[in-house]
Every structure is written in structure tokens, then in C-alpha cells.
């Protein structure tokens, strides 16, 4: 349940904000919208600008006031540095998809997934025989509009064409909104893990759902 202010005391005693979730947004709807005036494009190494622009612009959208901005900037040079990114743009084990906007040719969604053997996780509670969704961001102007819903249904489409019987993720304890639009597709927590943001020690929810 979300509370009701808008910020939350987190486990340094440090107030931060949360990113809430509409409460008019409990129907079930799993329906895949038309991409019309969308199209979808797999990311290569020569996007690496504008991987690097999507990754600090959504990082500080999302963490914006749970640490000092110079502990948000440490984070993000070395999180989405050039090289960390290359890294993950060269390695074939690792998925990267634009939604484009077919009008103004802007990025309006990513979405990352990562085949077994290149997860951020690969310990015992994360359950075998999984796909992991590293990134789904669909950007603030394009948000509500099935975006994150149809780059949802083809990772898990891509999981079962690749025979997968699970998909995994981490979504931020704070992100209500996040962990609605999941549950929403039929994941649920089976565990958490603990991340540093500068000095500010922050928790991911994993969630995960069968793949059928
Ligand atoms: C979470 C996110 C991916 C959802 O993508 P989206 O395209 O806006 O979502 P959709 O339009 O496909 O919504 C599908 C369903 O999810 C739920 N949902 C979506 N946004 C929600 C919100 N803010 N609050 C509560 N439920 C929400 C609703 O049930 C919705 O169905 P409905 O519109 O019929 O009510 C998107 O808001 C986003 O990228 N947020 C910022 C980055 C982020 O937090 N990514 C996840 C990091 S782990």
C-alpha cells in the first residue's frame, strides 16, 4: 500500500521521495497495443550517446532527492560510463530495444533483457531457467499510452520462444507506480537485494512471474 505523502523515511532516516502509483490504475490489462506511429529497433554500439543520455535522464528521475546530487553524479558516471555501457551493447547475451517515435524520430522507450549467464544476479534465489528485465523505461512525455506494455509482452514472447520458464526483475522499494505496472502483468516479490547510491543504501524488489 502507498502512503499517502509523497515522501518516505528511508533506512538512513534520510526523507526521500517516492514515485507513486494512480490509484485508478488496478484494472487488469494485459492487452497489447497496435504500434502504430512507433516503430521498435534493437540498439547497437552506435547508440551509445543516447543510451548513455536515457540512462542518467531516468536514473535521476527516479533517485532525485535520496542522495546528494554529487553522490547521484558519482553513481551515474560510473554506472553508465561509456565503457560500462560499450560493454553491454557489445555482449550478445544482452538485449537492447528502442521504441522511436516514427513523427519526431525521438527515443520514447527502452527495454533491456539479459539471457542466463549475463545477469546482474545469477545467485540461488533467483530462479533457474529465467530471463532477467534489466531496463524497461518508457520516458515521461509517452507514460500511460501501453508502451512499457508492449515491450513487456515481447520479452516475455522472446523468453518463450528461448524456452525460458521464468522472467525476473528489480524494481526500486519506492516505485510504487513500477511495481503496480508489474503486478499488473502477474509478477509478485519473491525477494530483495540492497544497492549503494553514494553513501545511501537502497533496496530493489526482485519479482518474478512464469513464463507460459
Ligand atoms: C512503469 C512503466 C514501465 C509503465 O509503462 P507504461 O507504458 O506507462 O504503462 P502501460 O500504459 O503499459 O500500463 C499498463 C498497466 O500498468 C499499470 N500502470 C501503469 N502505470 C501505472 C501507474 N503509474 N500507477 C499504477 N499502475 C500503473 C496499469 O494497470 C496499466 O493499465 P491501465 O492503463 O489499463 O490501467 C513506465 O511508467 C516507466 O517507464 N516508468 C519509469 C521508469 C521505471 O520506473 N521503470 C521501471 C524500473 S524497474
Not at 538485449?95 to 522507450?109: C, P, Q, R, T
Request: negative net charge; glycine residues 6%; hydrophobic residues 35%.
Amino acid at each position: 500500500m502507498a502512503p499517502e505523502h509523497e515522501t518516505v523515511i528511508n533506512h538512513q532516516g534520510r526523507e526521500i521521495a517516492i514515485i507513486p502509483a494512480q490509484s485508478s490504475h488496478h484494472k487488469s490489462s494485459q492487452d497489447i497495443p497496435q504500434l502504430t506511429g512507433f516503430t521498435m529497433r534493437q540498439a547497437n554500439v552506435d547508440d551509445i550517446q543516447t543510451m548513455q543520455w536515457i540512462a542518467s535522464v531516468t536514473f535521476e528521475d527516479t533517485f532525485a532527492g535520496t542522495a546528494a546530487q554529487r553522490d547521484m553524479d558519482d553513481f551515474v558516471a560510473q554506472a553508465f560510463s561509456r565503457e560500462a555501457l560499450l560493454r553491454e551493447l557489445e555482449n550478445a547475451k544482452m538485449h537492447h530495444f528502442f521504441l522511436i517515435n516514427d513523427e519526431s524520430d525521438e527515443v520514447a522507450a527502452l527495454l533491456k533483457f539479459n539471457d542466463s549467464g549475463a545477469q546482474t544476479e545469477e545467485g540461488e534465489n533467483i530462479p533457474s531457467h529465467s530471463l532477467e528485465i534489466q531496463r524497461l523505461y518508457v520516458m515521461t512525455a509517452y507514460k500511460g499510452h501501453k508502451l512499457g506494455s508492449y515491450l513487456m509482452n515481447y520479452a516475455l514472447e522472446y523468453g518463450k520462444r528461448h524456452g525460458y520458464e521464468q522472467c525476473w526483475l528489480g524494481v526500486w522499494e519506492y516505485n510504487y507506480a513500477a511495481q503496480e505496472f508489474y503486478k499488473n502483468w502477474g509478477f509478485e516479490r519473491f525477494s530483495e537485494h540492497s544497492f549503494m547510491v553514494g553513501e545511501d543504501n537502497q533496496t530493489d524488489f526482485l519479482f518474478k512471474r512464469a513464463i507460459r
